[in-house]
């Protein structure tokens, strides 16, 4: 028997509408494994037992009362950028450490409608800026299948929540790339709506035009059952889009039959060394055993979106981060004038990368800069989506890898140039607003590895073909079944 655990959303929402379990037991088992295992894997900033345990009591009520809940019962790991009213709400940020938020974001609070218990708030790259959760100021989040490693970033703790059986759906937001990269690391699937698809309203801004909530999950039926629960217009969100949503768990397929399946000339994977070559070229042979036509594609721009993207996000971030001044929330280091006190408590409050990433910002947009650097950036951000649409024209979907490695060891990569290059293959897909997501492909032994560590397959999509981009995806997983294959190492963190 399957330990109510680690079951999935689906499974667990099945047997709570049925009766066969409450989410009252569900909740106590999973707060119990919280309270075994997260002291060494370190998922959550605030564990929300009393509040998680008064949610399960409501939804076992509402499912007596006739409700038909899609998520009723399922253990919700939201990353600690979004709110949730009455619950400390810190980006993983000094200068949020101690702020209550006053409200719910839309994606939580749609999720709770439809049953969902939140079991706590993730951590995660402090302001989401980050590929490695390694810059969260509060907490540090270990890897489930190496504690010695990164669980990737920016939602890191969500990720490795769901991979270490602390929630059955972790909401993570993805800039560039931090709900695929943690996904690949962690053994999910990490999925990125369309830019615009699920409300933004309730998420800690760090750049609005490339923002996005999406799910974490152990099953691909699971991300798109969130996925159904959260998406849709929010009239609270000015960039939330007004178009009918297609539904997606309903519509999953088990072959790629009719799919024509690009892949990018411009990606080759030789250059990220024999393992993962074989990896991925043995995946793109997967696609074409289910049905799919392979195709190949030019993306001749997407070699320039790490330098798009750390323009554009890093000013948006600038703009964004101002509000933190010591004056309105948040932390507050006194001084004789206002000055100062903005000074020291920007100095106090913000850790080395969100300072890093705030000054590069600030610069692009300075006069006499901006035409030369943040101008010039949207212009080849319009290319880059340009290159996409003829790629489209001639495929459903595109095949290329989701991270140019497998999770490194805490600290390998800590000069920024190193770290930026691993949204290498993520960010041309935010730039574009495209729907993407993560599904395991295999695994490999990193160098200095004593254990295989999992590796992504990406799947991206045109604008708004979340139910074709989840259809292929849920095929291509049980196809293959690289993700049951091997389970985190949940003994070695009770150790």
Same mark, same amino acid.
């Given at each position: 028997?399957?330990?109510?655990i680690?079951?999935s959303?689906t499974?667990?929402?099945?047997?709570v509408?049925s009766g066969d379990v409450?989410a009252a037991?569900?909740?106590?088992d999973t707060?119990a494994?919280?309270?075994?295992i997260?002291?060494?894997v370190g !998922?959550y900033? %605030?564990?929300?037992?009393?509040v998680?345990?008064?949610?399960?009591?409501?939804? =076992?009520e509402r499912v007596?009362?006739?409700?038909?809940?899609p998520l009723?019962?399922?253990?919700?790991?939201?990353?600690?950028n979004?709110?949730?009213?009455g619950?400390?709400?810190?980006c993983?940020?000094?200068?949020?450490e101690?702020?209550i938020?006053?409200y719910?974001?839309?994606?939580?609070a749609?999720?709770l409608?439809?049953g969902?218990v939140a079991?706590?708030?993730?951590n995660c790259d402090?302001?989401a800026?980050?590929?490695s959760?390694?810059?969260?100021?509060l907490?540090?989040t270990?890897n489930?299948?190496? /504690?010695a490693?990164?669980?990737g970033?920016?939602?890191g703790?969500?990720?490795?929540?769901v991979?270490?059986?602390?929630?059955?759906?972790?909401?993570g937001?993805d800039?560039g790339?931090?709900?695929?990269?943690p996904?690949?690391?962690c053994?999910l699937i990490?999925f990125?709506p369309t830019?615009?698809?699920?409300s933004?309203y309730?998420?800690?801004a760090?750049?609005s035009s490339?923002d996005?909530?999406?799910?974490l999950t152990?099953t691909v039926?699971?991300a798109a059952?969130?996925?159904?629960a959260?998406?849709?217009f =929010?009239?609270m969100?000015a960039t939330?889009i007004?178009r @009918?949503?297609e539904?997606?768990?309903g519509a999953?397929r088990d072959?790629?039959?009719?799919l024509?399946?690009?892949?990018?000339?411009?990606f080759d994977?030789?250059?990220?060394?024999?393992?993962?070559d074989?990896?991925?070229s043995?995946?793109?042979?997967?696609?074409?055993r /289910?049905?799919?036509?392979?195709i190949?594609?030019? /993306?001749?721009t997407a070699?320039?979106?790490v330098? %798009?993207?750390?323009l554009?996000?890093?000013a948006?971030?600038?703009?964004?981060l101002?509000?933190?001044d010591?004056?309105?929330y948040?932390l507050?280091?006194?001084?004789? =004038?206002?000055?100062t006190m903005y000074?020291?408590?920007?100095?106090?409050?913000?850790?080395?990368?969100v300072k890093?990433?705030?000054l590069?910002?600030?610069?692009a947009l300075?006069?006499?800069y901006y035409d030369a650097?943040?101008?010039?950036?949207?212009k080849?951000r319009?290319?880059?989506?340009?290159d996409?649409?003829?790629a489209? !024209?001639?495929?459903?979907?595109?095949?290329c @890898?989701? *991270?140019?490695c497998?999770?490194f060891?805490?600290?390998?990569?800590?000069?920024?140039y190193?770290?930026y290059?691993m949204d290498?293959y993520t960010?041309p897909m935010?730039?574009?607003g495209?729907?993407a997501l993560?599904? @395991?492909?295999?695994?490999?032994?990193?160098?200095?590895?004593s254990?295989?560590?999992p590796?992504g397959?990406q799947?991206?999509?045109?604008?708004?073909?979340e139910k074709?981009?989840?259809?292929a995806?849920h095929?291509?997983?049980?196809? *293959?079944?690289h993700?049951?294959?091997?389970k985190?190492m949940?003994?070695s963190?009770?150790?």
């Amino acid at each position: 028997m399957i330990a109510n655990i680690e079951k999935s959303a689906t499974q667990i929402a099945k047997e709570v509408r049925s009766g066969d379990v409450s989410a009252a037991e569900i909740i106590e088992d999973t707060l119990a494994h919280v309270d075994s295992i997260d002291g060494t894997v370190g !998922a959550y900033l %605030t564990v929300l037992a009393d509040v998680a345990r008064a949610q399960a009591v409501r939804v =076992d009520e509402r499912v007596r009362n006739g409700e038909r809940l899609p998520l009723a019962g399922v253990p919700l790991a939201v990353k600690d950028n979004m709110c949730l009213e009455g619950t400390r709400t810190t980006c993983g940020s000094k200068i949020l450490e101690r702020w209550i938020a006053p409200y719910t974001a839309t994606a939580v609070a749609r999720m709770l409608d439809a049953g969902a218990v939140a079991i706590g708030k993730a951590n995660c790259d402090e302001f989401a800026m980050g590929s490695s959760c390694e810059n969260s100021a509060l907490g540090v989040t270990r890897n489930p299948y190496d /504690l010695a490693r990164v669980p990737g970033g920016s939602s890191g703790g969500s990720a490795a929540a769901v991979a270490a059986y602390e929630a059955a759906i972790g909401l993570g937001s993805d800039t560039g790339g931090s709900i695929r990269e943690p996904g690949a690391f962690c053994n999910l699937i990490g999925f990125k709506p369309t830019y615009g698809r699920v409300s933004r309203y309730g998420l800690i801004a760090f750049a609005s035009s490339l923002d996005q909530i999406g799910p974490l999950t152990r099953t691909v039926q699971d991300a798109a059952l969130a996925y159904d629960a959260m998406a849709g217009f =929010d009239v609270m969100d000015a960039t939330s889009i007004d178009r @009918p949503v297609e539904p997606t768990a309903g519509a999953l397929r088990d072959d790629l039959r009719g799919l024509k399946i690009g892949i990018v000339r411009e990606f080759d994977t030789k250059a990220l060394g024999d393992d993962l070559d074989a990896i991925y070229s043995r995946a793109y042979r997967d696609l074409e055993r /289910l049905g799919a036509e392979l195709i190949e594609v030019s /993306l001749p721009t997407a070699d320039y979106g790490v330098a %798009t993207y750390y323009l554009i996000a890093p000013a948006e971030c600038s703009s964004n981060l101002a509000r933190f001044d010591g004056v309105r929330y948040g932390l507050r280091v006194e001084a004789d =004038d206002v000055q100062t006190m903005y000074e020291r408590t920007r100095a106090a409050g913000f850790g080395p990368e969100v300072k890093r990433r705030i000054l590069i910002g600030t610069y692009a947009l300075s006069s006499g800069y901006y035409d030369a650097y943040y101008v010039r950036a949207q212009k080849a951000r319009t290319l880059i989506a340009r290159d996409f649409e003829r790629a489209f !024209a001639q495929c459903d979907l595109i095949a290329c @890898p989701a *991270t140019s490695c497998a999770a490194f060891e805490f600290g390998a990569k800590s000069d920024p140039y190193s770290m930026y290059l691993m949204d290498y293959y993520t960010i041309p897909m935010a730039l574009a607003g495209l729907p993407a997501l993560s599904v @395991p492909c295999g695994w490999c032994t990193p160098a200095g590895g004593s254990a295989p560590m999992p590796v992504g397959l990406q799947l991206c999509g045109p604008l708004f073909a979340e139910k074709l981009l989840l259809g292929a995806a849920h095929a291509y997983e049980r196809a *293959t079944d690289h993700a049951r294959s091997r389970k985190p190492m949940l003994e070695s963190a009770r150790a």
